[in-house]
Nanobody
Framework: QVQFVESGGGLVQPGGSLRLSCAASESIFSFAVMGWYRQAPGKQREWVAM???????NYVASVKGRFTISRDNAKNTVYLQMNSLKPEDTAVYYCNALPPESDWGQGTQVSVSS
């Protein structure tokens, strides 16, 4: 079963940027759709961005225009560029196929606070 390792999180001020990376233990080419998800304290995990094998993307309304998802099949890596971050973006961010097909990784914490 493929494993995902997320990285790139941290503490950033409102309006700041972060770039998250998700490294897969094997090829992600077989996954038609890859996604980024997040889970804020006391809330259910939600998907925030998705990308197809052909490069089509979609985003939850709350991040549209601020986040950009991309994938590098050769490197088995999915990225999430996050700009204009808001306090409500604070969460643990995960990647997985969409719908999820593997166990969840440990995620990467993103904290947006002044």
């Amino acid at each position: 079963q493929v494993q995902f390792v997320e990285s790139g999180g941290g503490l950033v001020q409102p309006g700041g940027s972060l770039r998250l990376s998700c490294a897969a233990s094997e090829s992600i080419f077989s996954f038609a759709v890859m996604g980024w998800y997040r889970q804020a304290p006391g809330k259910q995990r939600e998907w925030v961005a998705m990308i197809t094998s052909g490069g089509a993307t979609n985003y939850v309304a709350s991040v549209k225009g601020r986040f950009t998802i991309s994938r590098d099949n050769a490197k088995n890596t999915v990225y999430l560029q996050m700009n204009s971050l808001k306090p409500e973006d604070t969460a643990v961010y995960y990647c997985n196929a969409l719908p999820p097909e593997s166990d969840w990784g440990q995620g990467t914490q993103v904290s947006v606070s002044s």
